[in-house]
Structures are given as C-alpha cells and as structure tokens.
C-alpha cells in the first residue's frame, strides 16, 4: 500500500515567517501534486513535480521533488495571512485500476497576522 | 483551467432520506470522475471511481448500495447517498479527469458538497 506522510499536522506561525511542509513515502512516484484547500471548498492544484530533483518555484512558494523521486517539500517564504490553508500533496496510486489520487494527510497552516 | 462543479453546495436532511449530488465537468469532457469524502481536518479519502457508461468502482469498506453512483454522459457524475444517517454528514468532493488527458492526466476538483443528517 503506497502512503504518502506529510509533516507537520499543523503549523501555527507569524506573518513574515518561512516554513517548510514535507512529503515523504517508501515508494517512489512518476509525479508528485501540491494542492491547497480552503474550508469549504475543494482543493487547487499548486504545481505537479515530476523529474527528480526537480525544483518549481510558484511567487513565495518553492517546490521540490528529491532526487529519489520518493518525497517532496514545499517551502514558503514571508508567509501572509492568505496562505492559510490546508496543504495538501498528492500522488497517483500504481495499485488502483483507474489511475487515482491518493492524498498524504495534509498540514493545516494557519498564518497570524 | 478546467472547471467542475458540484451542486449542491451545501445540503440538509433528515435521517433516512436519501440525497443527490452533481458533479459536473463544465468546460472539458471526462470520461472518469472521482468522488471523495473529506471528515473534518481530515484529507480525501477516494469513495468510488466511476467512468461514463459503466460501473462504478468502489474502494474497500464503501457500501455501493449506499452511495449510489451513475455517470451518465462525459460531463455529469452523480452520487446518491441513500437512506441517510447522521454518520453519513461530511464533505463530499468530486474531481474529474479530461479525455485527451489520459490515465496519468490531470484531476481538477470541484467546490465540494457539504451534507448533513439530522
């Protein structure tokens, strides 16, 4: 069973501050997804990472797929306010017949003002 | 980008009704939908996956008969929680692959449906 951990749960930061959230499995991935998610509404796709290695940057926020192409972190510079949200990466399931999504657990990032 | 809808946004209803829920591609044709359940503070976890014009799949632990699923045409996918039960209260969201975008395409999500059961 392929499981995608993300770490922390949660983060409860300043205005201004840096932060980094983490994405990490045993099993490795052709691609890698960031989505963000507001209560009440469905998530948005930040960026799709697929080379190892790779490194996509999106304004304040900075994505990277390591080397091994098994995990993923996304760092935010500054962080505002309006970057509160739940931070959510993603993966495509090799195990299931359609070529779903499974989620990592997300981080709940709140951002004071 | 592709848009997906879901109607409704929010809905309430008493135990054991049943309800339905839409989820609609609205600019691109899809020919797998995907439904997921969001609890509280929780990620998706994947319901059921459904393709135009045949069965649904469901994961383990999902009741098919409970969460009715029919994928009519390329651009609409609904989901029927039948006989309703408090514990069945949650988000509910859809996401929709394209046609041209392959098995390892792109999803795009839609809004999200909140239920709840008195």
């Known amino acids: 069973t392929q499981l995608l951990e993300q770490s922390p749960q949660f983060l409860s930061i300043q205005e201004g501050e840096n932060l980094t959230v983490y994405c990490n499995s045993s099993s490795v991935f052709s691609s890698l997804q960031w989505y963000r998610q507001e209560p009440g509404e469905g998530p948005v796709l930040l960026v799709t990472?697929?080379?190892?290695?790779e490194v996509k940057k999106l304004k304040r926020l900075t994505f990277q797929f390591g080397d091994a192409r098994k995990d993923s972190s996304l760092h935010i510079t500054a962080a505002q306010p309006g970057d509160t949200g739940l931070y959510l990466c993603a993966a495509l399931n090799y195990g299931g017949s359609q070529g779903n999504l499974i989620f990592g657990k997300g981080t709940k990032l709140s951002v004071k003002p | 980008g592709a848009v997906v809808s879901q109607h409704p946004s929010r809905v309430i209803c008493k135990s054991g009704t049943s309800v339905k829920i839409e989820c609609r591609s609205l600019?691109?044709?899809?020919?797998?939908m995907f439904w997921y359940r969001q609890f509280p503070k929780k990620s998706l976890m994947l319901m059921a996956t459904?393709?135009?014009?045949?069965?649904?799949?469901?994961e383990q632990g999902v009741e098919k008969d409970k969460f009715l699923i029919n994928h009519a045409s390329l651009t609409l996918s609904t989901l029927t929680v039948t006989s309703a039960h408090p514990e069945d209260s949650s988000f509910y969201i859809c996401s929709a692959r394209g046609i041209t975008s392959g098995r390892a395409g792109t999803q795009y999500f839609g809004p999200g449906t909140r239920l709840l059961v008195l």
């Open positions: 600019d691109f044709q899809a020919t797998t």
């Open positions: 990472v697929v080379t190892g290695g």
């Open positions: 459904s393709n135009e014009g045949s069965k649904a799949t469901y």
